[in-house]
């Protein structure tokens, strides 16, 4: 036994302790919680933090880096999701708000995108396309990206957004591609600032189930299970139409579609908790959708779909039409179809109308 | 083992942590330099902070060409609050949307005519410039076929637009973009010195704001030129709006989160010659409007609208009207106020209006369109709504009392001689 080996063992326990800066709790090597200065952040790349252990491209959590689902996820062009909270050790979150759990500072919380290279092996051949943080700062929650690259081995901070083309097999092997937008730093605020201030929000207790929050509780995430709220329920499951319809609204639309949001000028609020059935858009006419109206007379006209300017707007992909305005490049044929049976199924059918369309 | 050891590992080097890298992180708050080659070609950026503005007030100094999208979004996230980003002169190509958060940013062109920020091949965003950044100034621009509105300000306090063109190039299409400046929901709201055409909605647009001047600058071919919608405490001053659908409307409408806006001063302006037939999709309010409209008002109150020369628009001169569902959609908002109130028509100018009606004017058998026409719906009580009409002898009033089946449809404007209260000016 050389003094060499002595000391290369003796460097795998002790440098990550020393050389960092938080003398962050190592119980064995590979579960250390990741170690940084709040005021270094945002970090050039993803590695920096330690999110991970392992390859990162596995997405292998580190201690106190907690994973997540919600019940009604968003649309991102067929993307993929791994969600993780961050919390600083020994903290929780305050569930008091249903509409938006409260995280100390130096929180962070982390949602990756991912494709298939490969239609007939989706899972096998997942690839990672961007990971987003949003970091809860002394100033606020900031929101960065880091782009991965083609070799799957890290992800770099990337500002100004771009547009990128997919290239994969499809389910026949033919190589073809399709678009994916990574949104521009200040694109996170589009969907993430409320009242103008930005804020997370997959953390609601009407996202979470019961069972989640009971691995949420166990991982320390939570102190206790929220106060009960109404939940969401998953869109493209079992639950009642009516119920699946203003979920998948909900959780696609109402950061902007609500007061202080983004589309709040509307009128339009596509919170499931609006009861008031002209806000959200029962008859409802538009009041600067532009040509985003389509012709069409009001945002939803029950029992007519094909009358109904919330269709319109969710099937087209251009760019002055479409709805949602940016996060998105394809249409969300399923979230299209939910909607529009949920419409169809609506009584009594009709708004008032005027002589010039009956 | 002795804390020896610990000492010893540290400075043997550090295998386990972040390769390559210095302790503690390079990217530093608000950097964004070191992470991304492609945000070069900006100079003076990465970091903000310490920039000197140089001989002209430039912070940043950005030049049109390749990956200018990438260059400009950076230099607009990377800069701090109350800086300067000037544009060259010459024609930037965007393929996205542009957003601005920071606040009190200057984006300042060249000029009007020199720099172009061109997005005829946008894919993505429903604007071109988007700005939800406090007391933001654009100046010295034009904005060139953007697929939506060309600059919208959201939920802002404080924003300027001036000496700025916008523009779409295709005339009276229904596929161009809604609206040319678009601020909604905002405070102090500056517009002057701007010339905005071929817009499919309105051109110079301000919705659901309150304090703001609208000053010195062109509206045509656009639906509708200047509109002023569900806002309060507003001037709209020495503007030419001619060859639009409308020319300056001022409306207020139901089912939006600020309504009743009240106390727009309109004078010393041109309006003439507003006879462009409607090109805006269906389905919006504006696209109820006749061409050969000089000014409309909509349900709107306690405005006054004096000094104006209004000529030439073959549908009539001025339109005062009530919210009409069964024209412009019904609607479930019980504190709306549909009627037309308080407002005061004095001192203008009248000439060569009403001789080729359009659209819903014809509809109603009007062949000769007067100088004003009003549905002549007012709330019960209230005679004629509290408008007051004080114009030159010869001044053509056409009242429908449409909402009593014309009954008492007429030409006297003996009733309306009143006056309100002359409305102040906008500073600030």
């Known amino acids: 036994m050389t003094l060499r080996w002595i000391l290369t063992r003796l460097l795998v326990l002790t440098l990550p302790l020393a050389a960092c800066d938080d003398g962050g709790t190592a119980t064995e090597q590979g579960a250390e919680r990741p170690h940084f200065n709040l005021a270094d952040l945002p970090l050039p790349k993803l590695s920096d933090y330690g999110f991970f252990v392992g390859r990162m491209a596995d997405e292998q959590p580190a201690a106190g880096v907690v994973p997540y689902t919600v019940i009604a996820p968003l649309w991102a062009d067929h993307a993929g999701k791994g969600r993780f909270i961050l919390l600083p050790e020994g903290t929780a979150a305050d569930t008091t708000e249903p509409d938006q759990w409260a995280l100390p500072v130096g929180s962070i919380v982390i949602k990756s995108f991912s494709d298939s290279g490969d239609l007939r092996d989706p899972e096998g051949s997942r690839r990672l396309i961007e990971t987003r943080l949003l970091i809860h700062t002394a100033n606020g929650w900031t929101g960065h990206t880091y782009l991965w690259d083609d070799a799957q081995t890290e992800a770099v901070r990337h500002v100004p957004g771009r547009q990128l083309e997919r290239t994969f097999l499809d389910e026949a092997g033919v190589e073809q591609t399709r678009p994916y937008i990574v949104p521009n730093t200040n694109q996170c605020k589009n969907c993430h600032e409320i009242d103008d201030t930005v804020r997370t929000l997959g953390l609601s207790t009407r996202q979470m189930s019961a069972e989640q929050q009971e691995k949420l509780m166990a991982a320390g995430v939570l102190a206790t299970a929220a106060p009960a709220v109404e939940p969401l329920v998953a869109p493209f499951g079992d639950g009642p139409l009516d119920r699946r319809a203003r979920s998948y609204l909900d959780a696609n639309c109402s950061h902007c579609h609500r007061p202080g949001g983004g589309g709040g000028t509307s009128g339009l609020t596509l919170l499931a908790t609006e009861t008031h059935p002209a806000a959200f858009g029962i008859c409802k006419s538009p009041v600067a959708a532009g040509p985003g109206a389509g012709d069409r007379h009001h945002d939803i006209n029950p029992g007519h779909p094909e009358a109904s300017i919330m269709i319109y707007r969710m099937s087209s992909t251009d760019p002055e039409i479409k709805m949602p305005e940016i996060p998105n490049l394809l249409v969300d044929e399923a979230g299209v179809a939910l909607l529009t049976a949920w419409i169809a199924g609506m009584t009594p059918a009709g708004c008032d109308r005027d002589e010039a369309n009956p | ?254 089912e939006l989160p600020v309504k009743n806006g009240a106390r727009t001063l309109v004078h010393d302006n041109l309006i003439e010659n507003n006879n462009l037939p409607n090109f805006g999709k269906a389905g919006s309010v504006v696209s109820q409007v006749p061409g050969g409209s000089g000014a409309f008002l909509i349900a709107a109150d306690n405005n006054e609208f004096r000094d104006n020369i209004i000529r030439g628009n073959q549908s009539a001169g001025l339109i005062l009207i009530s919210y009409i569902p069964e024209l412009l959609g019904s609607f479930e908002d019980p504190d709306f106020n549909r009627y037309a109130e308080n407002n005061d028509f004095h001192d203008n100018e009248y000439s060569d209006n009403g001789t080729m009606p359009q659209g819903v004017i014809t509809d109603l058998g009007i062949m000769m369109g007067p100088d004003i026409l009003t549905d002549g719906c007012w709330p019960a009580g209230m005679p004629t709504g509290g408008n007051c009409i004080r114009e030159a002898a010869g001044t053509r009033l056409d009242n429908l009392d449409f909402c009593n089946g014309f009954a008492n449809r007429g030409a006297d404007l003996t009733p309306f001689d009143c006056a309100q209260d002359p409305l102040p000016g906008q500073s600030f």
């Open chain 2, 1 to 254: 083992m002795g804390r020896g050891w610990w000492v010893l590992a540290a400075v043997i080097g550090c295998a386990g942590c972040d390769d390559g890298d210095d302790a503690g992180g390079a990217g530093g708050a608000g950097g964004s330099g070191g992470a991304d080659a492609s945000a070069g070609g900006a100079g003076g950026a990465g970091g903000g902070g310490g920039i000197v503005p140089d001989a002209n007030g430039c912070h940043y100094v950005v030049a049109p060409g390749a990956d200018v999208q990438e260059r400009l979004q950076t230099v607009l996230i990377d800069a701090q609050p109350s800086q300067v980003v000037c544009l060259d002169a010459g024609t930037f190509s965007f393929t996205t949307e542009l957003s601005i958060s920071v606040d009190d940013l200057t984006l300042r062109g060249a000029g009007r005519d020199a720099t172009i920020l061109d997005f005829s091949g946008q894919t993505v965003g429903a604007n071109g410039l988007a700005i939800t950044g406090d007391g933001v100034i654009i100046d010295g621009l034009q904005v060139k076929d953007s697929k939506g509105d060309a600059i919208r300000a959201q939920a802002v306090d404080g924003v300027v637009f001036r000496n700025l063109r916008v523009l779409w190039s295709t005339p009276e299409a229904s596929t161009n973009g809604a609206y040319g400046l678009y601020p909604v929901g905002c405070s102090q709201v500056l517009i002057e010195n701007c010339i905005v055409s071929g817009a499919s909605d309105a051109g110079i647009y301000v919705g659901q704001s309150h304090q703001i001047l609208v000053k010195d600058s062109e509206a045509f071919g656009n639906v509708a030129g200047i509109e002023i919608e569900n806002s309060s405490d507003a001037e709209v001053v020495g503007n030419h709006a001619h060859d639009n659908t409308g020319g300056i409307l001022v409306f207020n409408l139901p």
